[in-house]
């Protein structure tokens, strides 16, 4: 049985996937998460094989918990769903490990065949983006993270665009007033921030929250 997790803020979206995935025989949704903070606690619990993620989520976007996810020991394959055609949001997914990126536009026809692509531990990327960082992803190793903030920087970065004060953050990552300022502190000084309005545009500018 093929164990996936659904994480997508839309849930008609979701309710449409998971009909479609449970066409396929040996295949089971075993959770469902609305946003990227919900959606690493729902690994954690159901321990899939494979996570379908959606890149613009809440909290924190689907490359951030692409990256937690496959820092833990027991690795899910990855597919980044999303409506991004963009180089750079792919490279990032690249970077930490990702190995499947499908385009919305391209679900219908694609998304059995790339989670059956990615169930044998294969590379899979939708067929409108770059050839060139397909080769990355089959040659890890090529390209270099420019992204100057540590995850849970950019937690911070992304919670703090979505809107929210550090005591509204506090009781999301569990942490107490200092640390939120403190990592709210060091993300400003690495990317140049003097207000929260440039925050803002910096979360903007790296498609961590939409415009």
């Keep these: 049985m093929t164990r996936i997790l659904i ?3 839309h849930d008609v979206l979701r309710t449409g996937l998971r009909a479609l995935i449970e066409t396929r025989s040996g295949w089971e949704v075993v959770a469902e998460a609305r946003d990227g ?11 899939p094989d494979i996570v379908v993620l959606d890149y613009a989520m809440p909290v924190m976007n689907g490359v951030e918990v692409a990256r937690q996810l496959r820092a833990r020991p027991r690795r899910p394959e990855i597919l980044i769903f999303t409506m991004h055609d963009d180089d750079a949001v792919l490279r990032e997914a690249v970077l930490v490990g990702v190995r499947g990126y499908l385009l919305k536009s391209d679900a219908q026809g694609h998304l059995l065949e ?7 531990h294969e590379a899979y990327i939708s067929g ?15 390209l270099e993270d420019s992204n100057p903030l540590t995850p849970r920087e950019r937690t911070v ?5 979505e809107g929210r004060t550090s ?3 506090c009781p999301i990552l569990k942490v107490g007033i200092k640390t939120v300022e403190t990592h709210r502190a060091s993300a400003m000084r690495k990317i140049g921030a003097a207000s929260t309005a440039d925050i803002v545009r910096y979360a903007i500018r790296h498609r961590m929250v939409e415009a």
């Design 7 to 9: 994480a997508d803020d």
């Design 37 to 47: 903070l919900e959606a690493l606690r729902a690994a954690e619990a159901a321990q």
């Design 114 to 120: 790339a989670l059956a692509t990615l169930a044998r």
């Design 128 to 142: 409108q983006v770059s050839g060139t960082l397909l080769e990355a992803v089959l040659k890890p190793g090529k």
């Design 157 to 161: 970065v992304q919670l703090i665009a």
């Design 167 to 169: 005591r509204q953050i």
